[in-house]
């Protein structure tokens, strides 16, 4: 055993892969949620000192367009890991309920992808990592349902009752 | 939809860990899925009127150094030292590197996560059994039990 000095993008990179492998594999696709969610907030600040806008000042930008009120990146961070259950699955607050209710699949497809939108915005980033994940998705997901072929014409289908 | 409990969460993300930590798999990935199935054991420790790992952990700061340190503080140190923070948080003026050793800090947020989780739930499942085996080959069990026996009986017993 011994030490040696790790960059933070090796340790993002490293958590990235397993949670997309423990996700594709369907071995533990709650795993990969807390995994994606811990690359994605090294890889936020990383995309931040690179000088660029990461995936969240993107959404904000957005969001602001389309009219709502003005909140700072944190705010919006936090609103959109509470949505993937991020937080939830690695904290248990004195105040906090025993049993959570969440979509499982989708919320680490949510998480990967997101983490995946601040990796492919750094240069050291592994592309065929990112082909790999890519060809799954197409292979697997509904194109009904998601933009397997990330087409920028497409539009979601009507969400359902 | 699913519907899981806590109880759940930190079984799944523990017994992963100790999966990829057996298979030779990747080091940062058993720190932060023991390090977030401590969290949740450590509040069901709680609720469960039983002592969680960082409760005795202060009572031995108490005895070895002197003083109990504050619970959240303390807590926060440990997963430092485990390397738990450097994986899930990076600050704008956090420096790009960070040093670690990550065999050894994999096995210490294991052992951990392990030590609140058979409070709970005992020693009986698979990767549990697997976990403990191994340490207790890898880390010397025999010494350490020698070690345990030799320590003043407060320390010995659990508190509740």
Request: proline share 3%.
């Amino acid at each position: 055993m011994s030490s040696r000095h790790y960059t933070r993008f090796e340790l993002a990179h490293s958590q990235l892969e397993a949670a997309i492998a423990l996700y594709i594999t369907n071995r533990d696709r709650l795993s990969a949620i807390t995994l994606a969610g811990a690359a994605d907030v090294l890889l936020s600040q990383l995309v931040l000192r690179a000088g660029k806008q990461n995936f969240t000042d993107r959404v904000l930008e957005k969001e602001l367009a389309t009219g709502r009120a003005a909140i700072t990146r944190e705010v919006l961070g936090r609103e959109v890991n509470d949505m993937l259950f991020i937080n939830q699955l690695k904290h248990f607050d004195d105040d906090a309920q025993d049993v959570i209710e969440l979509d499982v699949d989708q919320c680490a497809l949510a998480a990967i992808l997101k983490a995946l939108a601040n990796y492919v915005d750094l240069p050291e980033h592994q592309r065929d990592l990112v082909l790999a994940f890519k060809l799954w998705v197409q292979q697997n997901l509904d194109p009904k349902k998601y933009n397997i072929h990330c087409d920028p014409n497409w539009t979601p289908p009507p969400a359902e009752d | 939809m699913q519907r899981i409990h806590r109880t759940e969460i930190a079984r799944r993300q523990l017994q992963t860990a100790v999966e990829l930590f057996l298979q030779g798999l990747d080091r940062s990935s058993v720190i932060t899925l023991a390090g977030a199935a401590s969290n949740v054991l450590d509040g069901l420790v709680r609720k469960a009127g039983k002592e969680a790992f960082i409760d005795y952990a202060r009572r031995v700061h108490d005895h070895l150094v002197g003083g109990t340190p504050k619970r959240q503080t303390y807590s926060h140190h440990i997963d430092k030292k485990l390397g738990v923070v450097a994986h899930k948080h990076l600050g704008a003026a956090d420096p790009e590197t960070v040093e670690l050793d990550l065999e050894k800090q994999a096995a210490d947020v294991l052992a951990r996560a392990i030590a609140d989780y058979t409070t709970l739930y005992g020693q009986d499942e698979a990767f549990v059994k697997a976990y403990l085996q191994w340490a207790w080959v890898n880390t010397d069990g025999p010494a350490q039990m020698e070690a345990f026996k030799s320590a003043p009986a407060k320390l010995r017993q659990q508190k509740r």
